[in-house]
């Protein structure tokens, strides 16, 4: 007795330990399951994805998480502060999965700052709000007197678009002895009510007969529907309508013209007059059939009133009746069947992107998050994924339909200062259906580039009368990285004011290689073989014409000239005109200079 209750504790034991690792496992890899009933008022908590997903709650405030769903309407929102997922909206069951006996709504959790995706399933469970209900609540039957007892007559059905306990579960009659009540199952697990005859008829002792149908759900406290049947004796009616076949089939695409015929049923009753003319009808006629068809009930033609869509409904069945003049009847079924046309293009939604990136950032870096899809089914619905060519970025998986955009390998600010990726998506139908997406991409500079000089050394000679602005010396090849501001500009000597907007790199190294090359072009300018004259003069960097040299005023080699980024100046002795230049290689001016 023992070692049995000991065998059941350690089966619940590893039942429980069962389930506790699923969930866990579920969450590491992306998955979160959750269940609440419908009808919550918006807010309702659903689950806490924070503990679930160990996620801390600075990435999940100021918009660093955010729960997205595919349709238009959001379900379910991210209570930021802590990290439960709550209710959006007010769900009603019956109006999102009428005819599922399993609703299941999805969404998916971005997290921005990880660029991560996790996927979570909601059960809504159902909640016993409706009552069954008939289509008719009067009807009136019309029966021969000459009906043997036994006889069958199919009653109207109730409906109660609620599931499960809370679903229709019984009929009852009642109201007059001579007719009874049973109840058979159908192929599609349906209650269908049925007027079974218990005792003859007789015209002449009774015209009508009264009854009440009462339909009830197995909801507590259970919920009820009525409705009243009227019974018309008639003289004998003694063939009943026969249908040419029980079930009639039909295959169309989804793409079919709104008022084709799809097909026509057809009865047969040998009787004369009104108990040989038959007339059909829809004998359930729920809202989903009767958006979509419309039955002839002369002639038994099915025609369609709206366009098909093989995305939101692939099949769909009908039950129709054939009934005479004498209320005797037939029933077959009607099964369509929608096939699938590639009428959906694939979608695509850029669901996280970056605006800028370092040209130095590392192969692999995540770009953005894009989420593809396409509503079509089979080959009409596969989507194959590209970029645009001759880019430095790649797709990857992230979960079932996400992709990752990343870098390739390394970026070149210089080569490419931003990008304009083209993400392509195409299915598998034929033709083929297209979309794509522009990702802008703007690329950041490094300072990874070193001035360059065209020569190691250049000299000019500059005549004390040149005018202002003559071009001097040029620096053929100017660094990529060299951008001017307005606060590190040439000038004259003693004052920081250049001629235009420019300025000199904010590194050592650039710095010195410049002022190296304005004091080759001064000492020249201080040589005493030349012919300078009277006057202050300077040399000084035009941001103009780019790295170039020019004068600023006519030159005059007793000055002293501003070397830029340096205390050092070059000079003269005043009033000297054979003295000799302070600094550099000179060459004699009646000598022609060597390069």
Same mark, same amino acid.
């Not at 159902?126 to 609540?137: A, K, Q, R």
């Not at 009428?343 to 970056?354: F, K, Q, T, Y």
């Not at 080569?415 to 802008?440: H, M, Q, W």
């Not at 035009?542 to 000055?559: C, E, K, M, N, W």
């Given at each position: 007795?023992?070692?049995?209750?000991?065998?059941?504790?350690?089966?619940? /034991?590893?039942? !429980?330990?069962?389930? @506790?690792?699923?969930?866990?496992?579920?969450?590491?890899?992306?998955?979160?399951?959750?269940?609440?009933?419908?009808?919550?008022? =918006?807010?309702?908590? %659903?689950?806490? %994805?924070?503990?679930?997903?160990?996620?801390?709650?600075?990435?999940?405030?100021?918009?660093?998480?955010?729960? @997205?769903?595919?349709?238009?309407?959001?379900?379910?929102?991210?209570?930021?502060?802590?990290?439960?997922?709550?209710?959006?909206?007010?769900?009603?069951?019956? /109006?999102?999965?009428?005819? /599922?006996? *399993?609703?299941?709504?999805?969404?998916? !959790?971005?997290?921005?700052?990880?660029?991560?995706?996790?996927?979570?399933?909601?059960?809504?469970?159902?909640?016993?709000?409706?009552?069954?209900?008939?289509?008719?609540?009067? =009807?009136?039957?019309?029966?021969?007197?000459?009906?043997?007892?036994?006889?069958?007559?199919?009653?109207?059905?109730?409906?109660?678009?609620?599931?499960?306990?809370?679903?229709?579960?019984?009929?009852?009659?009642?109201?007059?002895?001579?007719?009874?009540?049973?109840?058979?199952? +159908?192929?599609?697990?349906?209650?269908?009510?049925?007027?079974?005859?218990?005792?003859?008829?007789?015209?002449?002792?009774?015209?009508?007969?009264?009854?009440?149908?009462?339909?009830?759900?197995?909801?507590?406290?259970?919920?009820?529907?009525?409705?009243?049947?009227?019974?018309?004796?008639?003289?004998?009616?003694?063939?009943?309508?026969?249908?040419?076949?029980?079930?009639?089939?039909?295959? %169309?695409?989804?793409?079919?013209?709104?008022?084709?015929?799809?097909?026509?049923?057809?009865?047969?009753?040998?009787?004369?007059?009104?108990?040989?003319?038959? =007339?059909?009808?829809?004998? *359930?006629?729920?809202?989903?059939?009767?958006?979509?068809?419309?039955?002839?009930?002369?002639?038994?033609?099915?025609?369609?009133?709206?366009?098909?869509?093989?995305?939101?409904?692939?099949?769909?069945?009908?039950?129709?009746?054939?009934?005479?003049? +004498?209320?005797?009847?037939?029933?077959?079924?009607?099964?369509?069947?929608?096939?699938?046309?590639?009428?959906?293009?694939?979608?695509?939604?850029?669901?996280?992107?970056?605006?800028?990136?370092?040209?130095?950032?590392?192969?692999?870096?995540?770009?953005?998050?894009?989420?593809?899809?396409?509503?079509?089914?089979?080959?009409?619905?596969?989507?194959?994924?590209?970029?645009?060519?001759?880019?430095?970025?790649?797709?990857?998986?992230?979960?079932?339909?996400?992709?990752?955009?990343?870098?390739?390998?390394?970026?070149?600010?210089?080569?490419?200062?931003?990008?304009?990726?083209?993400?392509?998506?195409?299915?598998?139908?034929?033709?083929?259906?297209?979309?794509?997406?522009?990702?802008?991409?703007?690329?950041?500079?490094?300072?990874? #580039?070193?001035?360059?000089?065209?020569?190691?050394?250049?000299?000019?000679?500059?005549?004390?009368?040149?005018?202002?602005?003559?071009? %001097?010396?040029? /620096?053929?090849?100017? #660094?990529?990285?060299?951008?001017?501001?307005?606060?590190?500009?040439?000038?004259?000597? +003693?004052?920081?004011?250049?001629?235009?907007?420019?300025?000199?790199?904010?590194?050592?190294?650039?710095?010195?290689? !410049?002022?190296?090359?304005?004091?080759?072009?001064?000492?020249?300018?201080?040589?005493?073989?030349?012919?300078?004259?009277?006057?202050?003069?300077?040399?000084?960097?035009?941001?103009?014409?780019?790295?170039?040299?020019?004068?600023?005023?006519?030159?005059?080699?007793?000055?002293?000239?501003?070397?830029?980024?340096?205390?050092?100046?070059?000079?003269?002795?005043?009033?000297?005109?054979?003295?000799?230049?302070? +600094?550099?290689?000179?060459? *004699?001016?009646?000598?022609?200079? =060597?390069?």
């Amino acid at each position: 007795m023992c070692a049995a209750r000991e065998g059941r504790w350690c089966r619940r /034991q590893r039942a !429980l330990l069962w389930c @506790v690792l699923l969930a866990a496992w579920e969450a590491a890899w992306g998955q979160l399951r959750y269940s609440v009933p419908e009808e919550l008022p =918006k807010g309702s908590f %659903v689950g806490d %994805v924070a503990e679930e997903l160990a996620l801390e709650p600075a990435a999940l405030g100021g918009g660093g998480a955010r729960v @997205v769903s595919q349709g238009r309407t959001q379900y379910f929102a991210l209570h930021a502060s802590s990290g439960h997922l709550v209710t959006a909206e007010r769900i009603d069951r019956e /109006q999102l999965c009428r005819l /599922q006996e *399993k609703c299941v709504l999805r969404c998916e !959790l971005i997290v921005e700052g990880e660029m991560k995706v996790y996927a979570i399933e909601v059960e809504i469970t159902d909640i016993n709000d409706n009552s069954p209900t008939f289509e008719e609540s009067e =009807k009136e039957l019309r029966i021969s007197e000459t009906t043997a007892v036994g006889s069958r007559f199919l009653l109207a059905e109730a409906h109660d678009p609620d599931v499960g306990a809370n679903s229709l579960q019984s009929y009852a009659l009642s109201g007059d002895e001579h007719f009874s009540l049973s109840v058979q199952a +159908g192929g599609d697990g349906e209650k269908r009510p049925e007027l079974v005859l218990a005792k003859a008829l007789d015209r002449e002792e009774a015209a009508f007969h009264e009854l009440l149908l009462r339909a009830s759900d197995g909801g507590d406290p259970s919920r009820t529907g009525t409705a009243r049947i009227r019974v018309a004796v008639l003289d004998a009616n003694d063939n009943a309508p026969a249908f040419s076949q029980a079930v009639y089939t039909v295959r %169309v695409a989804e793409d079919v013209p709104v008022g084709s015929t799809l097909l026509s049923v057809t009865a047969t009753d040998p009787d004369d007059g009104t108990n040989g003319n038959v =007339k059909y009808s829809l004998r *359930k006629q729920t809202k989903v059939v009767t958006e979509f068809f419309h039955l002839e009930p002369d002639t038994g033609a099915i025609r369609l009133v709206r366009n098909l869509d093989y995305e939101e409904g692939d099949s769909y069945e009908l039950e129709i009746q054939a009934r005479d003049g +004498g209320d005797l009847f037939d029933t077959a079924k009607v099964s369509i069947s929608v096939t699938d046309v590639n009428d959906n293009a694939p979608e695509i939604w850029v669901r996280s992107a970056l605006s800028e990136i370092s040209e130095d950032a590392a192969p692999g870096t995540v770009v953005a998050l894009l989420h593809v899809q396409d509503r079509d089914s089979g080959a009409n619905g596969e989507v194959r994924c590209s970029l645009g060519e001759s880019v430095p970025f790649r797709l990857e998986r992230a979960l079932d339909d996400y992709y990752s955009v990343v870098t390739a390998r390394e970026l070149d600010r210089e080569r490419a200062s931003e990008y304009n990726v083209t993400v392509r998506a195409a299915d598998g139908g034929s033709p083929a259906l297209r979309s794509g997406a522009v990702l802008a991409l703007r690329v950041l500079d490094v300072n990874d #580039n070193a001035p360059v000089f065209a020569e190691a050394r250049y000299s000019a000679r500059v005549a004390e009368n040149n005018a202002e602005g003559a071009l %001097v010396l040029t /620096q053929a090849q100017p #660094n990529p990285d060299w951008r001017f501001s307005q606060t590190q500009r040439p000038g004259t000597s +003693g004052s920081q004011n250049g001629e235009e907007g420019g300025a000199w790199p904010n590194n050592q190294f650039d710095t010195e290689m !410049l002022q190296a090359m304005i004091l080759a072009s001064a000492n020249e300018a201080a040589d005493v073989n030349a012919t300078l004259g009277g006057g202050t003069g300077t040399m000084g960097l035009s941001a103009r014409y780019g790295p170039q040299f020019t004068l600023q005023h006519v030159p005059d080699y007793r000055q002293n000239v501003y070397i830029p980024g340096s205390t050092a100046t070059l000079s003269n002795a005043a009033g000297k005109r054979d003295a000799k230049p302070s +600094g550099g290689n000179k060459k *004699k001016s009646g000598k022609k200079e =060597k390069k």
